[in-house]
């Protein structure tokens, strides 16, 4: 396992396997019936990931995504085990590193389109609205402002991009072009009938969900969920207390790194720049906080 100066794991290596695959934040090891998903702590931005990571970020979305998958208990998933006394011998040597940011998963053939529910207008929806009075084709009415809830949440499909390439946002047609109208429509029934459920649980803790990413795959004919869910990699979460309309609001996510990057010349094409010291641990700080609001519980 390799950590940068920040105690971040960014890379792992496990004796016994191949090369994982590597994704922006996951590297996933073929075990050959199922997979071993490990969430290191690296972070991307606009399609890139850094150079340096998160410290216990990749524990975070782990916990957190446990949490979701057992709340949404009606929705099928990929996991099988995330207790690593429960591991296969191959991986026995290598517990300790991958205890509290790792899952055994089951092979599923992911589709093609990623799954975007938003309940507010913020982000490129916010930028496609000023500049088009739509969001993925999608007519909304006149008059919303930066951050301000919609009437009702909408299902808003991107395409799935290579490392280093942009997502692009498509329409419901176009999603329906790429996997056929069964299949997407009912991605976009699950994903809104998620977002509204993890809504109002956030709401509940005294956050706002804004909006929230799912991915889904097939296995055996069935359509599940699969990688991570409500993360704050994968959502937006304003503290309810400090929301406000007409502004991008104070979030526990990582818009404090998109912030941070807004600022800079980079012109968000690798190689990504790397972040400072003050970025890093306040970005700790809010993965922290949204897990232990979401959840009640205290991050160890």
Not at 69 to 91: G, Q, S
Not at 139 to 163: M, V, W
Request: hydrophobic content about 40%; some cysteine.
């Amino acid at each position: 396992m390799e950590y940068d100066q920040n105690e971040a794991l960014l890379k792992t290596e496990i004796a016994g396997l191949p090369e994982p695959i590597r994704g922006k934040v996951r590297d996933i090891y073929d075990l050959g019936d199922s997979l071993l998903f490990v969430a290191t702590d690296r972070i991307s931005a606009f399609d890139c990931v850094m150079p340096n990571g998160i410290p216990n970020k990749g524990k975070i979305l782990t916990a957190l995504s446990l949490f979701w998958f057992n709340m949404l208990d009606w929705l099928p998933n990929h996991l099988i085990t995330a207790n690593v006394e429960e591991y296969p011998e191959i991986l026995k040597s290598s517990v300790n590193d991958l205890r509290g940011r790792s899952m055994i998963v089951k092979k599923a053939k992911p589709l093609p389109v990623e799954c975007i529910a938003r309940g507010y207008i913020i982000g490129s929806g916010w930028k496609d609205y000023q500049k088009t009075g739509k969001i993925c084709g999608i007519d909304l009415k006149q008059g919303y402002r930066q951050a301000e809830k919609l009437d009702e949440p909408i299902f808003t499909p991107s395409t799935k991009a290579e490392q280093g390439l942009h997502d692009e946002n498509i329409s419901f047609e176009q999603a329906v072009d790429i996997i056929g109208n069964e299949k997407a429509e009912t991605i976009k029934q699950l994903t809104l009938k998620a977002y509204a459920e993890a809504a109002d649980y956030a709401k509940s803790k005294g956050i706002i969900l804004a909006d929230t990413k799912f991915e889904f795959g097939m296995l055996d004919n069935e359509i599940i969920i699969i990688d991570e869910v409500l993360t704050p990699d994968s959502s937006r979460f304003w503290p309810a207390d400090q929301y406000e309309i007409g502004c991008s609001p104070p979030s526990l996510d990582k818009q404090f790194v998109r912030d941070h990057l807004e600022t800079l010349s980079w012109d968000k094409t690798p190689p990504a720049p790397a972040l400072p010291l003050r970025v890093i641990l306040r970005t700790m700080q809010k993965y922290q906080e949204a897990y232990e609001s979401i959840t009640n519980l205290k991050f160890e």
